[in-house]
Each structure stands twice: as structure tokens, then as C-alpha cells.
């Protein structure tokens, strides 16, 4: 026997909130999430350039020795540089079309989270922390303001 079961908008807003943020708040906070997006992309775009023309930025010691192969190195970022890219698409169509934009942005600090935190574990086990050069600690705040902001946006979005 088949049924023929309509389920209207209201009906699925109410089963699956988190689906989309409320129209009216997606607008009031549009302007914000926009500005941080922009930051966060000219951020990704500033280390990206520092790591490739200068790696000695890059977790380089006091001790003027690099803390790791430069090749190594070149080949992590380009794979960061890829997965920041497709991430960032998928970011941004889901904002564009509200279309689970809270989970979305929720898994995009989630990994950016737990990319920043395998790195500074990497420092850590490295046991140079206190030895790092200006410059390279510089590129560490740059990912901690990189997580502020998308937290920031993942706060304005919950308030809905």
C-alpha cells in the first residue's frame, strides 16, 4: 500500500533546523561573515606567500637551523594550499545557498583546529618552541587569528 506523504517547508525546518540559519539573521549577519571571510582568505594568502618565497620564516630556530626539510615542507603547504581551496569552495557555497552552513562551518574550524594543533604538537616534539625567530612566530599567530575569526562567525551564526 502506498502512501502518499507530503511534508511541507515548515514541517522540514521543524524536523531539521540546523539545515539553514533563519533568513533574517543570514542577512543581518551576511555583511560580518563576508568581512571575515575576506580577512581569513588574505590571511591564507599571506602565509602562503611567506612560506613559499621565504621558508626560513617557517618554523626556523634562533639557532639559524630550520626545524624542518624545506622540501618537506614545500610539499605540506602545497597540500594545505589544495585542501584550503576546496574547503574554502565548499564554505562558501554553503553560505551562499544556506544550505547546512552551520555544520559546514562548524567542520571547517574543527579542522583547522585540528591542523594548527598536529602542528604545534610537531613543535612540541621538536622541543624548540622557546628558540623560534620572530617571523616564525609571527606565521603562529597568523593561524591562531585565522581560527579567532571563523570561531567568531561560528558564534554569529549559533545566535540565530
Given at each position: 500500500m502506498k502512501?502518499?506523504?507530503?511534508?511541507?517547508?515548515e514541517e522540514m525546518s521543524?524536523?531539521?533546523?540546523?539545515?539553514?540559519v533563519p533568513k533574517t539573521h543570514l542577512e543581518v549577519i551576511r555583511p560580518r561573515i563576508l568581512t571575515r571571510c575576506s580577512v581569513v582568505a588574505l590571511l591564507f594568502l599571506v602565509r602562503?606567500?611567506?612560506?613559499?618565497?621565504?621558508?626560513?620564516f617557517h618554523c626556523f630556530?634562533?639557532?639559524k637551523e630550520g626545524l624542518a626539510n624545506p622540501e618537506l615542507v614545500m610539499k605540506v603547504t602545497q597540500i594545505r594550499i589544495a585542501l584550503a581551496f576546496i574547503i574554502s569552495i565548499v564554505y562558501l557555497y554553503s553560505f551562499y545557498q544556506n544550505l547546512y552552513f552551520r555544520l559546514v562551518n562548524l567542520s571547517v574550524?574543527?579542522?583547522?583546529?585540528?591542523?594548527?594543533?598536529g602542528d604545534f604538537q610537531a613543535f612540541m616534539m621538536i622541543s624548540s618552541l622557546d628558540q623560534l625567530t620572530h617571523p616564525s612566530v609571527a606565521m603562529i599567530a597568523l593561524r591562531f587569528t585565522i581560527v579567532v575569526l571563523l570561531f567568531q562567525n561560528h558564534m554569529d551564526i549559533r545566535r540565530s
Open positions: 502512501y502518499d506523504i507530503r511534508i511541507t517547508a521543524a524536523l531539521f533546523p540546523y539545515i539553514k602562503a606567500i611567506v612560506i613559499i618565497y621565504y621558508p626560513e630556530s634562533i639557532l574550524l574543527v579542522v583547522l583546529c585540528a591542523l594548527t594543533i
